[in-house]
């Protein structure tokens, strides 16, 4: 069914792991992962799933598919149904006939959308399940061990772009909070010197601040600061 070579499938596989050196946000990750896998596979849906470890539940974050029935389909729990189960073993699980096996969640949509044949993957990044990557196919297909084997290194690589992806957002977010803890800490000592505050007094009127002009603390602080280098510039003390 499938004809591919190595090098269809370094091309996948680079376009992937170039995505997390790209200006493009998660959305459009996880987008270019499914469509790399389409064309890959040639399969009529492919889709990704994350999984919400919060819920314990596999949520549609991308496909190629223009369906909204597929794409609005439930999360599914972990262990229920073919992606449940695949991402709660942490292997592959292929199916003939998605409209045949009762362990399928949505063969309504399956009849609908023309589904037939299916291999789910699991994306495993350092020994821990993050989610899971389906293909349909319209007609009944038995996926054999290249194909398989495929879409494994395809997922593999795809876990660990998302994964690098969610350290450089969570490093940026920790970034800034040290930034605005230290706008807060400088603007505070302005605030006691000038006003004869305490800090905990100091950070109060900054915190009332903020919230009567719905501005967050760090812009708040940030004003303080440059207001207190102006004053020293027009002093002629900087």
């Keep these: 069914m499938r004809s591919w070579n190595s090098k269809q499938i370094i091309a996948a596989l680079t376009k992937i792991s170039d995505a997390v050196t790209s200006d493009l946000y998660l959305e459009e990750i996880l987008k270019l992962i499914v469509t790399v896998t389409a064309e890959v596979m040639h399969s009529k849906i492919c889709s990704l799933m994350l999984l919400d470890k919060s819920t314990n539940e596999l949520a549609v974050k991308a496909t190629q598919s223009v369906s909204e029935f597929y794409n609005k389909k439930p999360n599914a729990k972990l262990g229920e149904g073919i992606a449940g189960r695949v991402a709660q073993c942490g292997k592959p699980i292929t199916v003939l006939d998605v409209r045949k096996d009762k362990r399928y969640l949505n063969q309504a949509i399956a009849r609908k959308e023309n589904l037939c044949s299916l291999l789910s993957v699991p994306l495993i990044f350092k020994g821990n399940v993050i989610g899971v990557l389906n293909c349909y196919t319209v007609k009944p297909h038995r996926f054999d061990k290249s194909e398989v084997s495929v879409i494994k290194s395809i997922a ?56 009567d002009k719905r501005k967050s603390m760090r812009e708040v602080s940030e004003a303080i600061l440059l207001s207190a280098e102006m004053q020293r510039f027009s002093s002629g003390k900087e």
């Design 156 to 211: 593999n690589q795809a876990a660990i772009v998302i994964e690098n992806f969610r350290l450089v957002v969570e490093s940026q977010v920790i970034q800034e909070e040290l930034e605005s803890r230290k706008a807060i800490e400088r603007a505070k000592g302005i605030l006691m010197k000038r006003e004869n505050l305490s800090e905990q007094g100091a950070y109060k009127l900054i915190q009332k601040y903020s919230m």
